[in-house]
């Protein structure tokens, strides 16, 4: 008993005298990278990675081509009245050479077409020559077929039109030259190798 009044005191005094154990150790710093926050830029997606990132384009695209002249696609009311504004001479003179043999072909259709003379405007085409009978296309392989089959290719309707058709409004192009929508072509081939002569005949006739 007297040596435990003896020890007590020691004991309370080591236990006083014990150092405060540390903070809470999960205070520490803690050694991982900080987290970091992207930026806008780096959030926004790349064009290219994904269809999604590419805005589709809005260039227009192009319509499918037009008729072209010359060719069984007769031109169009607007690419006819584009052109027949006068001035017929000057653009055959442009784009075709001489004028004189075209204007003469046309005023000798005319011609035959309103005196119902079959020899004179079969003499006039270029065989085989392209026809529309009864509203199919077809080729004509001499003058005799062309005017045995005269009276389905040059209709009544096509006989008026070429009667009204007037040389100064005539559509030109460097395919040739066209009465109407396209129902009858004058066109030229060249005789020598300069093609400083040509003969000019109706290569398609019909509505």
């Known amino acids: 008993m007297r040596l435990i009044k003896i020890l007590l005191p020691t004991l309370m005094l080591a236990a006083c005298s014990q150092p405060t154990p540390p903070a809470n150790e999960a205070a520490a710093p803690s050694t991982s990278p900080p987290a970091t926050t992207p930026t806008a830029a780096e959030d926004a ?17 192009p319509d499918t081509a037009p008729p072209v002249a010359g060719t069984d696609s007769a031109a169009t009311p607007a690419d006819a009245s584009a052109e027949a504004e ?18 003469n072909v046309f005023n000798e259709l005319q011609r035959g077409v309103a005196a119902g003379d079959r020899a004179a405007v079969a003499g006039l085409m270029r065989y085989p020559v392209r026809v529309t009978i009864a ?35 005539l559509f030109v192009n460097w395919q040739g030259v066209m009465l109407g929508q396209g ?8 005789l020598d190798k300069e093609c400083t002569k040509s003969d000019v005949k109706v290569n398609n006739i019909g509505q």
């Open 45 to 61: 997606p790349q064009a290219g990675l994904s269809p999604d990132a590419v805005e589709p384009s809005t260039a227009a695209t």
């Open 86 to 103: 006068g001035g017929a001479r000057e653009r055959i003179t442009k784009l075709l050479g001489d004028a004189a043999p075209y204007e």
């Open 135 to 169: 509203g199919k296309n077809q080729k004509v392989a001499d003058a005799a077929a062309f005017q045995r089959d005269y009276d389905k290719i040059v209709t009544p309707a096509l006989a008026k039109l070429i009667a009204e058709q007037k040389f100064d409004t």
């Open 183 to 190: 129902e009858v072509w004058i066109n030229g081939t060249c």
